[in-house]
């Protein structure tokens, strides 16, 4: 939806959290905010009235999700190079490319946290 909207102020606010995750990988912002920001600044950008009635569930949901498979991964922030791929799709107009990078995102996540699980009721 926010590759869509081409709303040019949202998309700024992507590319700003976006930045925020490059300065945390160089120990210069707080990785979780700054990934947290990014994506719910998606939200913001899909210009979705629904979608931003969940922001603060969202927010609560990302802040869990994020921080135990970042933990999982045995990483402090996550890939740079992996929201870079949405931003780049959401700010050339190409829905079907942020919906593809997006789902690799959330699929990664869902297979550790998967694994995780499966892991935990083996012992």
């Known amino acids: 939806m926010a590759a869509n909207n081409q709303d040019i ?24 905010e700054a ?7 998606i939200l913001a ?3 979705n009235v629904f979608y931003m009635q969940l922001r603060s569930f969202t927010e609560a949901a990302l802040r869990v ?17 992996a929201h870079k791929k949405i931003y780049d799709a ?15 995102l959330q699929l990664e996540a869902l297979e550790l946290i998967t694994h995780k699980l499966e892991e935990t009721k083996g012992n």
């Open 9 to 32: 102020e949202k998309i700024t606010d992507i590319k700003d959290a976006l930045e925020r995750m490059k300065a945390a990988d160089e120990g210069f912002a707080d990785p979780l």
């Open 35 to 41: 990934d947290i920001d990014f994506h719910l600044a």
């Open 45 to 47: 950008a899909s210009g």
């Open 65 to 81: 999700s994020i921080r135990y498979t970042n933990h999982l991964k045995g990483v402090r922030s996550a890939s740079y190079s």
């Open 90 to 104: 959401i700010e050339s107009g190409n829905a079907q490319a942020a919906i593809e990078t997006s789902r690799e």
